[in-house]
């Protein structure tokens, strides 16, 4: 089994179901998120404002909570954990049939069908030989926008997590998606500093995609 196999895997079961557990939607949560996200938004002109937001790794969906109460748009989540996507869907914050079960490295939505792709949290558990596809898939289903909100090093490091190596990395995330599609247009990127936002110590990077294909 392969790297990005058994981190998948993992994720999908127990592992995954001890995130979920220490991981709550309360109200504390939510606003913290509805804070960060309007933050973000603000680069966006409401003329501009995406129709459509996919979370790409929504877990039990706290982000899509804070969306709900901050945008009109039509929210999607894909998940590879059963339990914690049981638990979005028990919400009722979104439709049951906008929250799939499936992984980012084959996102189950047609070629450019979502305005705005995002992951939050997501990237720095995806070891390099998924990565790429990972990326590729955000690129290939998004529209307009995509954002991602992940730890940020200026070089690669893979960090101990919750005993088990090669399950946390820190990169430069916005650098990659650069890479892999020097079309995209740089709009905004900025810190979120866990002190006075109550969340991780998170680097964000916003850009808008080009009307033309990036290529793989």
């Not at 058994?6 to 991981?23: C, I």
């Not at 790794?57 to 954990?81: D, K, R």
């Amino acid at each position: 089994m392969s790297i990005g196999e058994k981190q998948l895997n993992a994720w999908s079961n127990k592992f995954g179901r001890d995130y979920v557990s220490r991981n709550q939607a309360t109200a504390n949560a939510i606003e913290q998120r509805k804070n960060a996200f309007k933050s973000i938004f603000d680069h966006i002109a409401d003329t501009e404002a995406p129709a459509s937001i996919l979370e790409a790794g929504s877990n039990i969906g706290i982000n899509i909570h804070a969306l709900a109460e901050i945008t009109n748009a039509t929210l999607h989540a894909v998940e590879p954990n059963r339990e914690a996507l049981d638990k979005l869907i028990s919400s009722n914050v979104i439709p049951a049939k906008h929250a799939l079960q499936g992984s980012l490295q084959f996102l189950p939505f047609d070629d450019s069908s979502i305005e705005l792709v995002f992951t939050s949290g997501v990237l720095i558990h995806i070891p390099d030989e998924a990565l790429d596809q990972a990326i590729s898939e955000i690129l290939r289903v998004s529209s307009r926008y995509i954002l991602t909100l992940e730890y940020f090093s200026p070089k690669p490091q893979s960090i101990p997590y919750h005993g088990h190596n090669d399950f946390l990395f820190k990169r430069d995330y916005g650098g990659l998606f650069l890479d892999a599609c020097p079309e995209l247009e740089y709009v905004a990127d900025g810190f979120f500093w866990k002190r006075v936002t109550g969340l991780d110590d998170l680097n964000w990077w916003l850009f808008r995609k080009p009307s033309v294909v990036c290529e793989s």
